[in-house]
């Protein structure tokens, strides 16, 4: 089963106010007051005027990211930041083979990363995106680690996170269908 994600995670208070009046700008609820910004072509061309660019080779340490940053980009990732920390996250996998990046921006500038891990060896909480999350203040639960505890599992694409967000439906969508289903069941 693949998994691909290109966002920004943060408060969605953050989100929801600095992408209002943006068109190509859908939020996806996360758990914890977090909102995910599907990162677009589109919507990277409304946000810096201009098309986006992508790297030519493959994601490593030295270019940990599929995204090129421009500098139009990095300057609206650090000007939201300013209302409080965000997580740019990137991952890609394929047959169990993949990687993700991670950067997080706070107070005007990139205060964390980008961090990039295609191995996986070292313990779930130091992968980029479960440490990235803790840069930017979710906290642990019952789940396995920051990445489940937030819901970022529930869709396994960006396009999927767009469906997501235009359904308005919260990470635990599917859980609230079936416990419908089940009551339904109940009364019947």
């Not at 919507?43 to 030295?62: F, K």
């Not at 937030?150 to 997501?164: D, K």
């Amino acid at each position: 089963m693949s998994y691909q994600l290109s966002a920004i995670v943060a408060d969605a208070g953050l989100l929801h106010e600095e992408t209002r009046g943006l068109d190509h700008a859908i939020l996806g609820d996360l758990r914890q007051d977090f909102a995910l910004l599907p990162v677009t072509p589109q919507l990277l061309e409304e946000l810096t005027g201009a098309p986006p660019d992508y790297a030519v080779v493959g994601p490593a340490r030295e270019h940990p990211f599929t995204l090129v940053f421009s500098a139009a980009l990095t300057e609206t990732l650090a000007g939201w930041s300013q209302r409080g920390p965000l997580a740019y996250v990137e991952a890609e996998f394929a047959g169990g083979v993949g990687h993700q990046a991670a950067a997080v921006w706070l107070g005007g500038r990139r205060s964390w990363g980008p961090r990039f891990d295609s191995v996986f060896d070292g313990p779930r909480g130091q992968w980029p995106i479960n440490a990235a999350l803790v840069e930017v203040g979710a906290e642990s639960g019952a789940w396995v680690d920051l990445f489940a505890e937030l819901g970022l599992y529930v869709e396994r694409s960006t396009a999927g996170w767009l469906a997501h967000g235009r359904r308005g439906s919260g990470v635990d969508y599917w859980d609230e269908l079936v416990e419908e289903w089940e009551r339904q069941q109940e009364r019947e």
